[in-house]
């Protein structure tokens, strides 16, 4: 039989497929804006034949059926790899759990047996005559994902794109139980768009970006405002690898600030593994030969990113302790986001010939009540989640500044992220250094 005729074989109604699944499995669903919406809802309407079926996925973009439908979790248990802010909302009123992992290793909790899949069910883009099936916007831990499947189900939807890969981009009709068609537009990710507060912390960051350097920008209003100001500036030949790519990356490409042509690894091309944007972001990808995407067992490996020369990694974070821990997941113990890429990164970007990585953070927060918090606090006692350790932090950047802290003592520290904190909170903090035995008396007051 050709693809074509074994397409037409396997291929089935959303309702049909979703017999493949059995009280008690585990079902993984394709991350972020590869969600497969049509297998959720369908496999949401069995909620009343189904018990004890367990669901994984990172970063819901959209209402997820299997939550919404069975409030009681009578059926189906939501488990997260990483949070959006819908997923925050679930995992809030007990509707969700979180999956501590870091994203380098996410291939391997499944190739070594720890995250078992029965039902894989994933978006992919329309087959080719050759049978294949590209990946599209996730290629992520796809490839670990579904060699530990025992069964497997496609979405194809059109709105996919075809994106080429260094390795583990597509799947082939021979290799799958079943098909089906969703022609449903795809998810986006709107940015939550840039604050004059992300604009003056990325106005921090912005002069220590150079002509040549490779980014990795992250999530968060805050790369996208240092997005900006790089697409407006005069910098030049400046090189994509990051695990995430987002619309920031689109404006780059459209100012012709990115051209890979200075990498030092993969010159001339633009290595991401996993794509969350807008429609338009997803076009410019489709059969775009500048980009490749490639697993995050690779792109977010450390010895990777330690080729790339002139290495810069950019995220995001929520709080700082004045050791120089760094949390970027939670607040106390409520999960924001995951750990996700920001590790891998921060350990590779350090090792790179001239690496920089920068963890950015207002200095201050109002809570609802209209109260003031500093975000850089004496230490942290509320059980929020570390995500980098203070051995591996470089720069931690807020709206007063960018201070290096590799390589200093407890007291240099303190010093130094005293002098970027809000200055409301400034005396408190150095009552605070006193008493933790980490300020000396000619320290700066
Ligand atoms: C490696 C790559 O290529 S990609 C990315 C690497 N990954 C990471 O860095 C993961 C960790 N970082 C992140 O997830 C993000 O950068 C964040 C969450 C730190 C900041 O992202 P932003 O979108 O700018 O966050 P935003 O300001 O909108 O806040 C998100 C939520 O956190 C809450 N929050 C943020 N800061 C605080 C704080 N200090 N205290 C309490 N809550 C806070 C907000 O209230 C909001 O919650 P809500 O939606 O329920 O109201
Ligand atoms: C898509 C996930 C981004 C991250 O690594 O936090």
Not at 195 to 220: C, N
Not at 296 to 319: K, W
Not at 335 to 360: C, K, M, N, P
Request: aromatic content about 8%; glycine content about 8%; charged content about 20%.
């Amino acid at each position: 039989m050709n693809p074509f005729e074994i397409y037409q074989e396997k291929l089935h109604t959303p309702e049909e497929a979703v017999h493949l699944v059995q009280s008690g499995d585990w079902v993984d669903y394709s991350q972020t804006c590869s969600f497969p919406a049509a297998l959720d809802a369908a496999l949401a309407a069995r909620r009343d034949e189904l018990t004890d079926v367990k669901v994984r996925h990172a970063i819901s973009m959209r209402p997820v059926q299997i939550v919404e439908q069975d409030p009681q979790r009578q059926a189906f248990t939501y488990n997260l790899w990483h949070c959006s802010g819908l997923d925050r909302k679930y995992i809030d009123t007990g509707r969700a759990f979180f999956s501590p992992m870091m994203f380098r290793f996410c291939g391997s909790y499944y190739s070594r047996g720890q995250a078992p899949v029965n039902v894989a069910m994933v978006t992919v883009s329309p087959m080719d005559r050759y049978g294949n099936f590209s990946y599209g916007l996730t290629n992520c831990c796809m490839q670990e994902m579904l060699d530990a499947a025992d069964r497997i189900i496609l979405e194809v939807n059109p709105h996919m794109p075809f994106i080429y890969g260094m390795a583990d981009d597509h799947i082939n009709i021979r290799d799958v139980d079943a098909v089906v068609e969703n022609d449903q537009p795809l998810s986006e990710a709107p940015s939550r768009g840039a604050s004059e507060l992300d604009k003056q912390i990325a106005a921090q960051i912005f002069p220590f970006i150079h002509d040549g350097d490779t980014l990795q920008l992250g999530i968060g209003g805050m790369p996208n405002a240092l997005g900006s100001l790089i697409a407006g500036s005069d910098l030049r030949d400046l090189g994509m690898h990051t695990e995430l790519m987002s619309d920031g990356y689109l404006d780059l490409y459209k100012a012709g600030k990115i051209t890979n042509k200075r990498k030092t690894l993969q010159k001339g091309k633009g290595v991401f593994s996993i794509c969350s944007g807008s429609k338009e972001l997803y076009e410019f990808l489709d059969h775009n030969i500048d980009i490749l995407s490639a697993p995050m067992h690779y792109v977010n490996d450390p010895e990777t990113i330690r080729q790339l020369d002139h290495f810069v990694s950019i995220n995001g974070c929520i709080a700082c302790d004045l050791y120089g821990q760094v949390s970027s997941e939670s607040a106390g113990t409520r999960q924001i986001s995951g750990t996700g890429g920001q590790l891998d990164f921060v350990t590779g970007a350090y090792t790179a010939e001239h690496g920089r990585t920068f963890l950015a953070m207002a200095s201050s927060r109002v809570d609802k009540k209209g109260v003031r918090h500093s975000n850089i606090v004496p230490c942290f006692t509320g059980g929020d989640i570390i995500t980098t350790p203070r051995a591996q932090t470089m720069y931690i950047v807020t709206e007063y500044g960018a201070v290096n802290l590799a390589g200093l003592t407890t007291w240099q520290r303190a010093e130094k992220l005293i002098g970027i904190a809000h200055p409301d909170f400034r005396d408190e903090l150095i009552k605070a250094a006193e008493q933790q035995k980490i300020w000396r008396n000619s320290n700066k007051k």
